[in-house]
T-cell receptor, first 110, second 115 residues
């Protein structure tokens, strides 16, 4: 059973535009992580959110954890070609393994 | 200085062969993992070791056997390889079992192709 749904699956936009991608679940998580994976490499951790409603910023990237800790969003402002990659969310539940979503493949056109 | 290193990066082998993938981390972490990423990029956990002790063993064929000689190493041995085993295998680590909630450090993956 896939517990984490990511949307959209694919997104291709022009450089300079803003975008938001989503990670949704019917389960409550103790934390949620976002990773970016580039071709031929392993996922790299971008951020972990822990508290419901928490907002974290990483330069042009803004991450939000839902109030009920069931969902999260990633907003990118003024996207650049270097933002291209596969964005994965992963949910952690205490004393249980981490579950990964299937990812959003983002392509920024120069 | 690579934090989590896997070898080999690429592995092409025939059906029926036995092969091993090695993983080492120099982060001083207690917990290590093996993940399989299929052609649709879905990451699924296979095994987890905490201080050399097996703590997660997902529904994986018995042909897959992990071995952790010490807490810095977690190797994966696969017997009688099948076409369906073709995938990218990732090793990862976290400071400890609780720290998994704060994120993993992944290796760069081993692309296994069974022909």
């Amino acid at each position: 059973t896939q517990l984490l749904e990511q949307s959209p699956q694919f997104l291709s936009i022009q450089e300079g535009e803003n975008l938001t991608v989503y990670c949704n679940s019917s389960s409550v998580f103790s934390s949620l992580q976002w990773y970016r994976q580039e071709p031929g490499e392993g996922p790299v951790l971008l951020v972990t959110v822990v508290t419901g409603g928490e907002v974290k910023k990483l330069k042009r990237l803004t991450f939000q954890f839902g109030d009920a800790r069931k969902d999260s969003s990633l907003h990118i402002t003024a996207a650049q070609p270097g933002d291209t990659g596969l964005y994965l969310c992963a949910g952690a539940r205490r004393d249980d393994k981490i579950i990964f979503g299937k990812g959003t493949r983002l392509h920024i056109l120069p | 200085d690579t934090a989590v290193s896997q070898t080999p990066k690429y592995l092409v082998t025939q059906m029926g062969n036995d092969k091993s993938i090695k993983c080492e981390q120099n982060l001083g972490h207690d917990t290590m993992y093996w993940y399989k990423q299929d052609s649709k990029k879905f990451l699924k956990i296979m095994f987890s070791y905490n201080n050399k002790e097996l703590i997660i063993n997902e529904t994986v064929p018995n042909r897959f056997s992990p071995k952790s000689p010490d807490k810095a190493h977690l190797n994966l041995h696969i017997n009688s390889l099948e076409l369906g085993d073709s995938a990218v295998y990732f090793c990862a680590s976290s400071q400890d079992w609780d720290s998994k909630n704060y994120g993993y450090t992944f290796g760069s993956g081993t692309r296994l192709t069974v022909v």
